[in-house]
């Protein structure tokens, strides 16, 4: 349980939410590419393509960021892809 | 807790590159709003202190402070209001706690003296602050405590700027006096008529002589000529008592008659010398009520305005006429004594008594009248 608490206080387990027109991802390492139609980001297992028009970044910090625009395809992918 | 945050502008080529690369420098951009030339975003202090430091050609403008530094801006630029408005705030709240007037409820004039001087010593006056609750409960028991045996009940309502004092006073009333064992005994000789008992015992009996003093409904309970209890014996005992009234009236007696003949004049009067002013027609016989306009120290000199009634004075009374003038007056006599369901039974003219300058007649009335009158009495035990 208190592992669970901790987790969630203090999470470092990647995570993405996607609503509509909006994309919140949490603990992602770097930006890769930033383009209006396509968001390459770097997590520690991999990477995420997010592909869409007009992609504007809202938020920025550390570890978070928030996306909005027409979000078409979200992939996942390997370091060296 | 009040973190200062800054609104930013940063415009140049190639924005997108730029945010992405703020980030590999670690500066935290919220809200941002990107166009083709410049995007703007709000950041903390240490992002702008770092975003400041960065040698580069973009060009960063601080727009505007938020958080903290938004509230010390608004509050500078609005301070005039602010102040007023506080001054204002206070001035109403001072006002309002201020008591304007004093009102105490209650008709009795010299109370009400004694309550404002009393309320006066609790600072509850014109112009002093107002009290709180616990103040005015405290301050309406000592009132009551001081003026225990004048006032009941007592509120001290605020209404607005002003308290409202209400009250009742304490009636005390006299001890009840028929919780006092006592008999009811005749005031005077009679023959019992009626007996109206409500209370005690009944010890006389319709047509018995009573002399003074007898006791006719006794507040001692027998039973077998023992004494069970006392109680306040109550109740009326009518007789028949007798009167002999004598009248005396001078042979000469006169009546006097008024006319219904009434005038108001003015009079002035300079030592002996009274006249009437446009007073053509004089009563020779007039009972006057004078109100003074003007007098002078020595009531040498006098104005007046007399209110004048004229009568005739009948003399032609013979002898039967002072006679029945005389029982008149002793039937008056004893009129004017009786109250409510006493009357004459009857009356009798006894004798007539003529002298040189007066004649003095006598008359015999039967009275029935309310005997009753009580005797208190203590217990053998107290």
Redesign the interface.
């Known amino acids: 349980m208190l592992k669970s608490l901790s987790n969630y206080l203090d999470c470092s387990d990647f995570s993405l939410n996607y609503c509509g027109k909006h994309i919140y991802i949490n603990n992602f390492i770097d930006i890769l590419i930033l383009e209006p139609e396509k968001i390459v980001l770097s997590m520690i297992t991999g990477k995420i393509i997010i592909r869409g028009n007009n992609i504007l970044i809202n938020k920025l910090l550390d570890k978070e960021i928030l996306l909005s625009g027409d979000f078409k395809s979200i992939e996942l992918g390997e370091n060296n892809v | 807790m009040f973190n200062k945050y800054y609104k930013i502008r940063v415009s140049g080529k190639n924005l997108?590159?730029f945010?992405?690369s703020?980030?590999?420098y670690?500066i935290?951009?919220?809200?941002?709003s990107?166009s083709n030339s410049f995007f703007t975003a709000i950041v903390d202090k240490s992002s702008l202190d770092k975003l400041l430091d960065l040698k580069t050609y973009y060009k960063i403008e601080v727009l505007d402070g938020l958080g903290i530094l938004y509230l010390k801006k608004l509050i500078l630029s609005n301070i005039c209001f602010i102040i007023f408005f506080f001054i204002g705030i206070l001035y109403l709240y001072f006002l309002s706690n201020v008591i304007f007037d004093v009102v105490i409820v209650s008709n009795d004039f010299e109370l009400n003296e004694k309550l404002y001087n009393e309320l006066d010593n609790y600072n509850i006056k014109k112009y002093k602050f107002i009290k709180d609750y616990d103040d005015i409960q405290s301050i309406k028991k000592n009132i009551l405590n001081k003026y225990k045996n004048n006032i009941e009940w007592i509120e001290i309502e605020r209404i607005g700027t002003k308290y409202y004092v209400k009250l009742e006073k304490r009636v005390i009333n006299e001890i009840k006096k028929d919780l006092i064992n006592r008999h009811v005994v005749a005031k005077k000789d009679g023959i019992i008529k009626k007996i109206v008992a409500s209370n005690g015992e009944v010890v006389k009996k319709v047509d018995d002589y009573v002399n003074k003093g007898d006791i006719l409904i006794s507040g001692e309970i027998h039973k077998k000529d023992e004494v069970k209890g006392n109680t306040a014996a109550s109740g009326n005992v009518y007789a028949e008592v007798w009167y002999k009234v004598n009248v005396i009236l001078p042979i000469n007696y006169y009546e006097k008659k008024y006319t219904g003949n009434s005038k108001n004049v003015f009079n002035i009067s300079f030592l002996d010398i009274n006249f009437n002013i446009f007073d053509n027609n004089k009563y020779s016989n007039k009972d006057v009520t004078s109100f003074s306009i003007y007098d002078d120290f020595y009531n040498m000199f006098k104005i007046s305005y007399n209110k004048e009634k004229e009568f005739i004075v009948n003399e032609d009374i013979n002898l039967i006429t002072n006679e029945s003038i005389a029982v008149n007056r002793a039937k008056e006599k004893i009129l004017s004594k009786l109250g409510k369901n006493e009357y004459i039974i009857y009356q009798k003219k006894l004798k007539t008594i003529l002298n040189d300058s007066t004649i003095r007649v006598e008359v015999f009335f039967k009275v029935y009248e309310d005997i009753s009158q009580y005797k208190y009495y203590l217990n053998e035990g107290v």
């Open positions: 997108r590159r945010i992405k703020l980030h590999n670690g935290k951009l919220n809200s941002i990107l």
